[in-house]
């Protein structure tokens, strides 16, 4: 079958050991992640299948439209469980960074200081509703700014950097905690944080000098 991006392979995350956030709750996600590969797939094969012959018939019109539409979901529902899963360090991370990091740097000059940065992401992040909270990096001024994404598609800004992505879906805690308590989510998820992978994330879309 003729797929138009060729097939995501879901990938293997070596975690366990968080802190506040069981295992379970990861062998659970892990799985709910592989589906979103599977449908962006899916998605991708079906597509491509009307396009063969070059174009789309008019009375496949609806059925092209909706497969179209519910691409952004998919493929944002594998995207930002990549970065999620990324961001967490398996046996537990050093709570906030310590140290004159470039994400402190970023966060005083965006923000004032870490601690209002962070005010305002777990702010973002105790939103009711169903979705993420992203700190984005603007790669065309370094500066960092906190979203929150409805769904895992609505609310991402296109080109932008996601340096610090939390998944606030109930499935992220429901097994360790009750839906009420998701500041308590929120605050284990901070103690996991891989710093150091989000250092690396940090500038790496920003525009490069280029030689003369
Ligand atoms: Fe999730």
Redesign the pocket.
Known sequence: MMSLTGTYKARQFNLSNLQGISDETLEM?FK??EGYVKETNKLNEKIGEFLKGGKVDQEEFAEYSELNRRLGFEYN?MV??EY?FDNLKTGGGTGDPTGQTGFRKAAEESFGSYDIWKAEFVGIGKMRGVG?AICYENPANGRLSNHWITLHETGNVAGFNPVLVM?V?E??FILDYKPADRPKYIEAFFSNIDWNLVERRLHRLMAQPVAA
């Open positions: 996600h709910l992640y529902g930002l469980h999620y993420w998944d879906w499935h992220a």
